[in-house]
């Protein structure tokens, strides 16, 4: 199994946060010029906690197809009450369909953003608690984006994420990509047993990455 991952990636283009600007046609300019403003927030307020960007917007970064309006974020719920104060926001515990946690969700220049304190996602047949996943958070990756190092969880997690939420197109997309570019077999098999996932989801995984095309 390969196991070349790259864990720099070109910069990609960035703007004001604090200022004014005219969104781009293409919702990617929008979350970059975003981005390099907003991350420089999230450090201040997380200090040593940890934090990533994650989903599609992780995805894209790292060179992999992925789109949505969305930028959302991963951390404790002690950086989810800071910022709440920081940016006059509230927070609220809350549950969806697959994901639970404390959570802010706020505009910026039109991009929805949303911070996710100590989630658990919930997948048809078992749950993830990245806080959970000492191996997930020593494995983030720096991408450059305007100058400021946003910390994207990678893609090995995206996809065993992606598996055990059952979220097909995302494994397609991040299949892709792993396959031309290379994966940390090693770092998959610490994911998968530390994240205590089934045999089931194990297997499912490495089928996406060996199977046939």
């Known amino acids: 199994m390969p196991v070349n991952k790259l864990r720099h990636h070109p910069p990609f283009c960035s703007g004001g946060f604090a200022l004014a600007f005219d969104l781009q046609p293409d919702p990617a300019e929008a979350q970059d010029e975003v981005l390099s403003r ?33 930028l959302e974020f991963l951390t404790t719920e002690g950086v989810v009450a800071a910022l709440s104060d920081m940016l006059g926001v509230s927070a609220e515990w809350g549950r969806g369909a697959h994901l639970a946690s404390e959570r802010l969700h706020f505009l910026r220049h039109g991009v929805p953003v949303f911070v996710f304190g100590d989630p ?12 959970e ?74 089928a996406v990455l060996e199977g046939g095309r």
């Open 38 to 70: 907003l991350v420089r927030v999230i450090q201040e307020a997380a200090g040593d906690d940890p934090w990533a960007l994650v989903g599609a917007g992780a995805v894209r970064l790292q060179g992999a197809e992925a789109s949505s309006p969305n």
């Open 133 to 206: 996943v000492p191996s997930l958070w020593d494995a983030r990756v720096r991408v450059d984006v305007g100058g400021v190092g946003v910390l994207c969880m990678p893609l090995e997690w995206e996809l065993v994420l992606a598996v055990v939420l059952s979220a097909t197109s995302r494994q397609h997309a991040l299949r892709d990509r792993m396959r031309v570019h290379g994966y940390d077999s090693r770092l998959i098999v610490r994911l998968l047993r530390e994240g205590r996932v089934t045999h089931d989801t194990e297997e499912a995984v490495w």
């Open 120 to 131: 658990v996602f919930h997948g048809p047949y078992e749950s993830l608690s990245p806080r």
